[in-house]
């Protein structure tokens, strides 16, 4: 039973940081790419940052340069440093990950990605 379990979310004032952490448990073999999505009210999910091993790292446009992304292998855990936070940035966010290889134009698109967890609230007014 594949399971992502977030935490790190809470309310920040613009400009703060939060570290989110997503722990996975029960993967099957051929775990490829573990990211960060988000989702505001009204709005579509919207992928942050995503890492798969031996293809690298992604942003989006909109977070680059702010966050960063990064796993711990032996620990099954990815991390989302997120600095200088922005009000555009409150939204649920979601830890995903896929079973196989996803293709570079699709690496941050939801629909790519086969477990999600239940999201961590980031909130920055």
């Known amino acids: 039973h594949v399971q992502l379990v977030e935490s790190g979310g809470g309310s920040v004032q613009a400009g703060g940081s939060l570290r989110l952490t997503c722990t996975a448990s029960g993967f099957p073999p051929g775990l490829h790419s573990m990211g960060w999505f988000r989702q505001a009210p009204g709005q579509e999910r919207e992928g942050v940052a995503v890492?798969?091993?031996?293809?690298?790292?992604d942003y989006s446009d909109s977070v680059k340069g702010r966050f960063t992304i990064s796993q711990d292998n032996a620990k099954a855990t990815v991390y989302l440093q997120m600095n200088s936070l922005k009000v555009e940035d409150t939204a649920m966010y979601y830890c995903?990950?896929?079973?196989?290889?996803?293709?570079?134009?699709?690496?941050?698109?939801?629909?790519?990605?086969?477990?999600w967890g239940q999201g961590t609230q980031v909130t920055v007014s």
């Open positions: 995903a990950a896929s079973r196989g290889y996803i293709a570079t134009s699709r690496r941050l698109v939801a629909t790519a990605y086969n477990y």
């Open positions: 890492i798969a091993p031996d293809v690298g790292i």
